[in-house]
């Protein structure tokens, strides 16, 4: 399998774990749940402490006569984020989905009816009976209509932490029940670096385990952060964040070596280790890495031995590279043209990296663009002329920004995510009908285009017709590029479920909205930290869900029940049972690699159990056995080498995607030959939220500006349209428009304008092609592009706009309240 499923984001080792936990699993349901007792489980204090746990951090919830009342971190937690303060605020907030809710033309005048409408908020509350029975006679309605790929249920997207409240899993365990389904592959983060990066490396390389910082603290003398900023992004984990990139980061510093970021923002982590920042044009990176391989061969700085023995292709990106074969001499001059850099500057990077022990950490922003596939593959082509992959310290990383890499692992047994019954998960018993799958940021491609052929990775694939979408965990409506192509897509649907905590776009455009549960309101376990498997959680419910919430858990089990399938959904578990039952399954994997373990009550008091990291781990030098005999261990691709060319690929004969890494102009970007509008707006990760998580919270009381998404400015750029600090802005492109507020900083380079992406979408006139967002969306400027017709992946980042002071009637932001008749 090339590309993970985003759920299945873990270490090589974790992934490897997972699929022998598989045969546990199934061995261990056999049992059944009469053995599993629920004990110390049961209890619910209305008073006192309770242990939960978040994307940001494990936490001690306090609970006061039945409510949530306050939130503190794990004492262990060595840097807590912020954000943990939204995650309690959240829970009364007013965005709060309290109900199942119906749009009213759906159910009074039945599927499709008045689907330009969707988003208008004429919404009809229903009892919960009367809310599943419509899912579930839907879903039969839909697949006997329309047949098995008729319904989509990728339902892309991060929920919450927990393995047993993983709603896109709980989604599509529920629907391999039934009769078929359409899912998706790959993720938005590294949609085009975990396609290429098998080709070059045989191995994802960014979900997996970084050298380790006891060893970059230790041996590198140069740390690169490249389109990276992991002061900002590590504050989140995929499971639990457990933070240990902030220790690993400050011993860095504290030996006081050199940190060079290359970024068009002067980022949080720029300013932690008082960095060198370098600014190339956003989308330009390639040409200047280039410029910096030229230098390095001109300069006969580069590795020949290590070019040898460990890579095949490069003599084949030589003349590519020199110029011989296309008359263009890729040197630093040539590269300056493009990405803004003086030419002196790349030259005298290249010098520096090879002078040093260099770490060239990459970020994603890179490849989350058009022709993303480039930046990573050229970085790793970088590395290899370096010669230092392998070496401790030295070579790349492409995840110490992300879930704390290079945080060491522990022995410990992970506990993983409720099977989503499929026969690779270990429950082939669960699985009927057929399934299609398509690159996930592909989806609103496929609504416009049922029956069209298209490329991805060497295969010729159809998108199937879809009828119905059902979403659950995600917000499309915030992830997704191109608001106005995607609002006129979503018309194609009959129908649209959405379970959700709060009133997302996403939900305001549903036909059927569920309220879910959020974490305090229900029981789980997690691992904590992504990488390093620092420890295991209970995440304990404090608090009954509010309103008439309920966990996705139980409205999968209702809608099951419905179908007439109950027992293969729900194994004859209840929640507390499966708690048990993934917590087990971790226990008796430790049990057989000597580790021991509290049993289930004993952790379930406890609330969590930590590990401890084998030295060796703390000493981990990623791809040091490769380096050390590269014929003995070889990397998984054709060659066993690193492959700065690729013959798989040159057989594709994709015009998007050469055999070797290669500068390719992209749509549109700063500089660029035909671009017609003059901002690179980057719309990076935001500091204060996870994507659109914790958008509606009181978080944003620290960061709105003029009541909008903030908007960094250069000055020269603000003075250059008369735009003064805490300015309204309308920004637009020939896709959208948003208001903003503006920030003006020289954190920002000139020409570029930063907005995070995952600002809550929020529609003047909700389903109008082309309407103003009120808040500040970014992905209403972003376009809906595929990377290549490699990855198919994403292009969040490649996106040009311009910027005027907004002089209209300034219209009020309402995206933060429910819908009137939901409140
Ligand atoms: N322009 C641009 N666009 C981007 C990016 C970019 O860099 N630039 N980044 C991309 C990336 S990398 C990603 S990963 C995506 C993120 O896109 P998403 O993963 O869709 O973003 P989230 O805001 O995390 O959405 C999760 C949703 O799940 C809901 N939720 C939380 N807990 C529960 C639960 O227990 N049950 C249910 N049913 N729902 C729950 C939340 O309220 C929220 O609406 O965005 C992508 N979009
Ligand atoms: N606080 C917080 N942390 C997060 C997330 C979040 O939403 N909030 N999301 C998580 C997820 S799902 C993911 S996938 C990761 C995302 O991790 P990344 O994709 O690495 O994060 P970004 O913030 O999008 O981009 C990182 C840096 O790249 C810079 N950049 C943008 N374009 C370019 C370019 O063309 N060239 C160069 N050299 N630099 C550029 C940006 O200014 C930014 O500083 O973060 C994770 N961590
Ligand atoms: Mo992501």
Known sequence: MLHSDHDERTTAVGRRSLLKLGAAGAALSMFGPSLLTRGAAAAMPANGEVMNASHWGAFKATIKDGRFVAIKPWEKDPHPTHMLDGVLDITYSPTRIKYPMVRRAWLEKGPGAMVEDRGKGDFVRVSWDKALDLVANEIKRVQGKYGPTSIFAGSYGWRSSGCLGHPGTLLRRL????????????????????????????????????????????????????????????????????HGAYPGMQAYKAKGKKVICIDPVRTETAKFFGAE????????????????????YTEKLHNKAFLDSCTTGFDRFVPYLTGKSDGTPKDAAWAEKICGVPAETIKDLARCFAKSRTMLAGGWSLQRQHHGEQAHWMLVTLAAML??????????????????????????????????????????????????????????????????????????????????AYWCGGNPFAHHQDRNRQVKAWRKLETFIVHDVVWTATARMADIVLPAATSIERNDVSMVGDYSATAIVAMKKGIEPIFEARSDYDIFAGVAKRLGKEREFTEGRAEIDWVRAIYEKAYNQGKSNGVPMPDF???????????????????????????????????????????????????????????????????????????????????????????????????????????????????????????????????????????????????????????????????????????????????????????????????????????????????????????????
């Open 175 to 242: 629907m391999n029940t039934t009769g078929g389904y359409v899912k998706s592959s790959g993720d938005y983060s590294t949609g085009a670096a975990q396609v290429i990066m098998p080709h070059v490396m045989g191995s994802l390389e960014v979900y997996e385990q970084q050298t380790s910082w006891p060893v970059v603290a230790e041996n590198t003398e140069l740390l690169v952060f490249w389109g990276a900023d992991p002061v900002k992004t590590c504050q989140i984990s995929n499971t639990v964040a457990e």
């Open 277 to 296: 920042l370098v600014s190339p044009r956003p989308q330009t990176d390639v040409a200047m890495m280039l410029g910096i391989a030229h230098t390095l």
């Open 387 to 468: 010669g230092q992959i392998g070496l401790p310290g030295g070579g790349f990383g492409f995840s110490y920004h992300y879930a704390s890499g290079g945080n060491p692992t522990t022995r410990a047994p992970r506990v993983t995510v409720i099977s989503d019954g499929t026969v690779a998960q270990g429950a082939p018993w669960l699985t009927s009908g057929g399934v299609a799958s398509i690159p996930c940021a592909r989806v609103v491609d496929m609504l416009l285009n049922p029956g069209k052929e298209y490329q991805f990775n060497g295969k010729t694939e159809r998108y199937p017709d879809i009828k119905m």
């Open 601 to 823: 009550d004993a952790f379930w008091t406890a609330g969590i159990v930590e590990f401890e990291v084998p030295p060796a781990n703390a000493k981990f030098v990623r791809h040091a056995k490769f380096r050390e005999d590269p014929l003995l261990n070889p990397l998984g691709t054709p060659s066993g080498l690193i492959e700065i060319f690729s013959r798989n690929i040159e057989k594709m004969g994709y015009d998007d995607c050469p055999p070797h890494p290669a500068w390719m102009e992209p749509l549109e970007r700063l500089a660029g030959p035909d671009t017609k509008y003059p901002l690179h707006v980057a719309a990076s990760h935001p500091n204060d939220r996870l994507h659109s998580q914790l958008c509606g919270t009181k978080l944003n009381l620290g960061y709105r500006i003029a009541g909008r998404e903030p908007c960094l400015m250069n000055p020269a750029d603000a003075a250059a349209r008369g735009i003064k600090d805490g300015d309204l802005v309308r920004l637009f492109n020939g896709r959208g428009q948003i208001l903003v507020g503006v920030r003006i900083s020289g954190d920002v380079m000139p020409g570029v304008v930063q907005v995070y992406e995952g600002g809550w979408y929020d529609p003047a006139e909700p389903g109008v092609v082309g309407t103003l967002c009120k808040y500040g969306d970014v992905n209403v400027l972003t376009p809906d592009i595929p990377s290549s017709k490699l990855a198919m992946a994403t292009c969040g980042q490649t996106v040009m706009a311009e910027a005027e002071k907004f002089k209209g009637t300034v219209p009020e932001v309402t995206v933060f309240s429910a819908p009137a008749a939901a409140a």
